[in-house]
Structures are given as structure tokens and as C-alpha cells.
């Protein structure tokens, strides 16, 4: 499974923008770049994914690096509510099991 | 929006008894999997199921351990013999297709406490 490398911890100060880095330099070429986030005792919820565009969506941004060996989960204002763990994970056809890393977790300052 | 559902959201059992976790999946999707978090560790795979057999299994799904889909909406783990270490939360998800490009949606999860 490709290995990924995330900031341990980040913080922001709630209605600012927010840059989740991701380092995924063993992706294979038909992986996508899936992220997830845990929210304290609940199960991880998707956010977005993609495999070489920019993708957007009403949660999140996401930006691909051009050689696909990272990539950055942008979160245009946070909101308290937007305090958990971020995951990025590629995503494999075979056997299509996600393997989760410790993922960055999120503090957001009032 | 559809949602994975578990019960119970919290199962305590003695140590050497079986438990059995219930999932039911979003209506309409193939693959489902179980995935467990001890306190304070990473999220880890325990198993794929697809067309009614298991199609991936961790290294921690020996034989204590099984999943059935019993009538077409429940999935289940069971646990033959329960120890201290199985003590965790344990996620069920489910995916529409096989692809790369496809999301899990997990559920809330069922915390079973070992004791």
C-alpha cells in the first residue's frame, strides 16, 4: 500500500482558510487521493477525492500536485465544527481496503 | 442521505464469550468491509466481503473471527471468543464498486468493551 506522510497537528483560527498537506510519493499511477476526516467518537467521513484535477465540492478543495506525489485538502473557512482528524488515503483496485496513516489533526481556535 | 447504520453503538462482554456487531449498509452497494480503531491507534482493516465471500482479510482476522451477510441487508462480524484485545471500535463501510474512484461510507461504529 503507498505510504503517506502528514503533519502530526495543525491548527487555524475559525472563518480562515486552512492548507491539509499530504505526501504520497508511492502512489501508483490509477490510484485516487481519497481524504477523510474523524470527527471525536464518530466513524471517518469522506470528504473528497481525486486523481489528477483539482477537484471541488461543498466540504472541501482539493489540489493534486502534477507529478500526483502530493496533494493539499483546502478548507476555505473553518468552523468549529470542522475539528477532527484528516486521513489521506490512496485509494487501490486491489482489494480496495483503505490503509489509514495517523492522518493531521485539526484544532480550530475560536 | 444514506447512511451505514450499527448496532449496538456500545457492546460490553466478558472475556471468552462471542459477539456478534450488526451493520446494515447503504441499499445497493457491493463491498462492504470492517475496520477497527484501538483507543488512541490508527484505523485498521480487518476484512472485504464482496458477491458473498470474503475477498481481502488483515493479519488480524484469524480464525476467532467472522462475517456473514445473512439476508441481503445485515452484515455482520462475529467474535467466537472474545479477548481483552479485541477491546476497540469497530467500523463497518460499504462502497458502491470495486474502483479506486469509488468513496467508503462508513458508519458511526459499535465500541465493545472487553472485560
Known amino acids: 500500500d503507498a505510504k503517506t506522510t502528514q503533519p502530526n497537528s495543525m491548527e487555524s483560527n475559525e472563518e480562515e482558510p486552512v492548507h491539509l498537506p499530504c505526501n504520497h510519493s508511492?502512489?501508483?499511477?490509477?490510484?485516487?487521493i481519497h481524504w477523510y476526516r474523524q470527527l471525536p467518537s464518530q466513524g471517518p467521513e469522506y470528504v473528497i477525492h481525486?486523481?489528477?484535477s483539482n477537484v471541488n465540492n461543498r466540504m472541501a478543495s482539493l489540489a493534486i500536485a502534477e507529478d500526483r506525489k502530493s496533494s493539499t485538502l483546502i478548507l476555505h473557512r473553518a468552523t468549529l465544527r470542522d475539528a477532527a482528524v484528516y486521513y489521506c488515503?490512496?485509494?487501490?483496485?486491489?482489494?480496495?481496503?483503505?490503509?489509514f496513516g495517523t492522518g493531521t489533526s485539526l484544532t480550530v481556535i475560536p | 442521505e444514506p447512511e451505514v447504520t450499527q448496532t449496538p453503538s456500545h457492546q460490553v462482554t466478558q472475556m471468552g464469550q462471542e459477539v456478534i456487531l450488526r451493520c446494515v449498509p447503504i441499499?445497493?452497494?457491493?463491498?462492504f468491509y470492517w475496520y477497527r480503531q484501538i483507543l488512541g491507534q490508527k484505523v485498521e482493516f480487518l476484512v472485504s466481503f464482496y458477491n458473498n465471500e470474503i475477498s481481502e482479510k488483515s493479519e488480524i482476522f484469524d480464525d476467532q473471527f467472522s462475517v456473514e451477510r445473512p439476508d441481503g441487508s445485515n452484515f455482520t462480524l462475529k467474535i467466537r471468543s472474545t479477548k481483552l484485545e479485541d477491546s476497540a471500535m469497530y467500523f463497518c463501510?460499504?462502497?458502491?464498486?470495486?474502483?479506486?474512484?469509488?468513496?467508503?461510507?462508513f458508519g458511526d461504529g459499535t465500541r465493545l468493551s472487553i472485560l
Open positions: 481525486g486523481l489528477t
Open positions: 508511492t502512489i501508483s499511477g490509477t490510484d485516487y
Open positions: 488515503i490512496p485509494g487501490a483496485d486491489t482489494g480496495n481496503q483503505f490503509y
Open positions: 463501510a460499504s462502497r458502491a464498486g470495486g474502483l479506486s474512484n469509488q468513496p467508503q461510507h
Open positions: 441499499s445497493n452497494h457491493l463491498y
